[in-house]
Structure formats: C-alpha cells, structure tokens
C-alpha cells in the first residue's frame, strides 16, 4: 500500500519500525485510515471470546479451550449475527478466540485468519498486562486516565492497521469478523474514530462513546456499520441472552 500524505501526518516508509520507547512508527496516515474503512468497509463485527476455564499449572494462556457455558455463549452470538455472510474473519491466536469463531459462524466455510496484533501480550511486564492487573475488566475510560493508557491507544492503531493490511483494497463494502478480548476490542474502536471525522469527515462520536464507556461481557460483540455518502457511523452493542 502507497502511504498517502497528511497534514497531521507525514509520509511513513512502508517498513514498520519502533521508536526508542518501543512504540510502533504508524506506515498509515489518518486519510490512508479513513479511505480503506469508508470505501472497503460496510460492517465491521468486533466479538469477545467465550467463556474458558482458569489457568492451571504449567498451562498457557493460549491454550485455553471454551468451557460448555462458552460454547453455549458462542452459539448465541452465532444467532446474532447469523444473517451476516462475512467476506474476512480474522482472529487472535489464542484457542478459546479462534473456537468462538468457528462455533458462532457454524455452517460456513470461512477460513479463519490468525491476526497476532489481535491478541493479548504474554508477558505480565507488559504494559497493557500492568493495566490489566490493576483495572481488569474496567471500561477503557478508566484504562485511559492510567498513567499507562496510551500504550492502549497505540494498541489500537497497530492493530487497525493490520487488519486494513489485510484487506482486498479493490472490494468495496466488505463485512468483516474480527475476535479478540475484551478491552482490546474498544482500543481498536477507538483507533477507527479519528481518522474518519477528521479526515473521512464522518461524524464518529458515537464510535468514542461506545469505545469509552461499554465493557464487553463473554461473547458480546460491537457492531459498526459505515454507510458510503454517510456522516455518521451506525453502532450498536450486541448482547446475549
């Protein structure tokens, strides 16, 4: 992908690099942003894995399986959103995300992408983890006021990237699935907002308020629903039973 320049934003090279804080040197200007979700998107399904068992000793995090209330709670998403054919279904590597997928899209043969940037980081030194442990499943407006809240930002940059890289950029209007944990997801509803009011001139305050202030319960989901010739994004909370 050609980088596109910005008044808020100069051309990046196309080779992904860290600055010396380890954050991420964004290759995407904000009008790159708006242009691939406004143009190549029409709905976006962000969902929350199942229920899974705690950890035991010596197992991995990733290793995770639904447990029967989590496959249950996957069926239910999958009458949720059971109407939508999706064009790309992208997934955190973790088993218990992949598995709510796979049960909640029953039926239909989709290939199920492994996205890493999706998932959450192994390593209880990392900065989203210290927030984690300390604010747990807390609304990301309390993850923001945290001396570390904008590691969570950059999260959701890095990974909306990612996940445009990905995309079939000649397709307009494609409905994309994409599984991850919970407030993660809000980090990646966050990182779509601004790009598209301030450069796709759409009105997307209600993009922030949902990223902001809904915690994501087991196998609820966001939806987004960008209308061509629109100024404003459709959302909603999908909920279960």
Not at 86 to 93: E, G, I, R, T
């Amino acid at each position: 992908m050609l980088p596109v320049s910005s008044s808020r934003h100069p051309v990046q090279t196309t080779t992904t690099t860290r600055k010396p804080d380890g954050l991420p040197i964004f290759i995407m200007t904000d009008s790159k942003i708006a242009a691939l979700l406004r143009v190549s998107t029409s709905t976006i399904v962000l969902a929350r894995h199942g229920k899974a068992p705690k950890l035991f000793d010596e197992q991995r995090d990733g290793e995770r399986m639904l447990n029967d209330k989590g496959i249950d709670q996957a069926k239910q998403l999958g009458q949720r959103i059971g109407t939508t054919n999706f064009d790309v279904v992208l997934s955190s590597p973790l088993k218990r995300v992949e598995d709510t997928l796979s049960i909640a899209t029953g039926g239909r043969q989709y290939v199920i992408n492994s996205v890493p940037e999706l998932t959450i980081p192994d390593n209880s030194e990392h900065p989203i983890m210290i927030m984690f442990n300390a604010l747990s499943y807390s609304p990301m407006c309390k993850y923001i006021e945290h001396p570390l809240g904008e590691q969570l930002k950059h999260y959701g940059r890095t990974a909306l990237e990612t996940i445009l890289a990905r995309l079939n950029t000649e397709k307009v209007g494609q409905k994309i699935l994409i599984g991850g944990h919970a407030v993660l997801l809000n980090a990646l509803v966050w990182a779509m907002a601004d790009p598209l009011e301030l450069e796709g001139g759409m009105n997307a305050s209600q993009l922030r308020i949902m990223a902001l202030e809904t915690s994501l319960g087991e196998c609820e989901a966001f939806e987004i629903t960008l209308r061509l010739g629109s100024d404003t994004a459709l959302c909603r909370h999908i909920k279960l039973d």
